[in-house]
């Protein structure tokens, strides 16, 4: 007897994120327990691990800030955290002298200001259907791409109003550590007003100086593009260049023995631009986030369109203003 071949139906299959997949291509209900700790009744569905994970590693690979400071997942944009501006005095006595009380360390709480974090993009319902269309891959590159972009202007020149304050939003002075206010960083010249003075390699070695001992182990530069194609030029008297490039594939380059991160948001050499920073940013800079993201599914609002809208909540500031020098491009 023939037998006769029959055409697999839809669903016989094995399929990654099979629910999910559903809900993206044609809004099918899933149940609540395959997404547990989401709003499925309200039309929010979280985002499956993998995909989530992928959104993770772009998201370090194109916003550098993010890779080097200390990044906590919080359940709420109500976070706090306590830092100490000062140690605890000790005293000297004798054997038998009276031990009098000493001063108590003062503590400070941070508030990281946090925004809601979107991205919106849409595909045709004909490109969804399309079994050949990669939807959760697309849907993690526009994702990613998207808030990639927003983080890495908000760490460095965010206001703080509804998204996270950068670093180069604080406020600055030149004195040095323990006479200025917490949270005010430290600023050295450049030595001119739209580049570098004479001694710009003395200037370099005073920015990394002025960074604590305990801050240096970890410490990085931070700089984009065009300001570290002009270093990589400069050179020492006895003509060595002060930039070493990385000797290993995907190793940073170095100046002065220190890492150098290439974040395209900082500014570029001009008057009174902090073009160059330094310090420990894991020590320095704190980011809070929410740790899904959320996906609503819209397929009304711009027929044939289906959009989908993705939030994630970040926040982000200073947590130790020691821990992070400026170089400031003016002559005093």
């Known amino acids: 007897m023939d037998v006769i071949e029959r055409p697999v139906l839809d669903g016989a299959g094995a399929k990654t994120n099979g629910a999910f997949d559903g809900y993206v291509r044609s809004g099918t209900t899933v149940e609540l327990k395959a997404f547990t700790g989401t709003t499925g009744d ?13 959104i993770a590693s772009v998201l370090k690979n194109v916003s550098p800030i993010r890779a080097i400071a200390n990044v906590v997942t ?10 100490t501006t000062g140690g605890t005095p000790s005293g000297w006595a004798s054997e038998t002298a009276a031990r009098p009380e000493t001063a108590t360390p003062s503590f400070v709480e941070l508030a990281p200001p946090m925004g809601e974090l979107y991205a ?30 927003a983080e890495g202007e908000a760490f460095v020149n965010g206001t703080g109003l509804n998204r996270p304050r950068g670093f180069l939003n604080n406020p600055t002075s030149t004195a040095k550590d323990g006479a200025r206010p917490f949270g005010t960083l430290q600023h050295l010249p450049g030595g001119a007003a739209a580049s570098f003075g004479a001694d710009s390699d003395e200037r370099l070695v005073d920015l990394v100086q002025s960074l604590r001992a305990p801050y240096r182990q970890g410490a990085c530069f931070v ?8 270093i990589r030029k400069m050179k020492t008297g006895d003509g060595q260049f002060l930039w070493a490039p990385g000797l290993v594939a995907g190793q940073p380059a170095t100046l002065l023995g220190y890492p150098v991160v290439e974040a395209e948001e900082m500014p570029d050499i001009a008057d ?20 899904e993201t959320a996906i609503l599914r819209d397929p009304y609002s711009n027929k044939p369109f289906v959009t989908f809208y993705a939030t994630r909540r970040v ?14 491009f003016s002559a005093s």
Do not use: H
């Open 315 to 328: 926040g982000g500031c200073v947590s130790d203003s020691d821990a992070i020098k400026l170089m400031k």
């Open 120 to 149: 919106n993009p849409s595909a045709s319902q004909a490109m969804l259907d399309d079994a050949a269309f990669d939807v959760e891959g697309w849907l993690a590159g526009e994702i990613a791409t998207e808030f990639a972009r």
């Open 74 to 83: 919080v359940g709420s944009a109500g976070y706090r955290k306590l830092v």
């Open 223 to 230: 700089m984009n593009a065009a300001t570290s194609a002009r």
């Open 42 to 54: 309200s039309g929010g569905f979280a985002v499956p691990r993998e995909i989530d994970a992928a």
């Open 272 to 291: 009174g631009m902090y073009a160059i920073a330094f310090g420990n940013f894991q020590a320095g800079y704190l980011i809070t986030e929410r740790a």
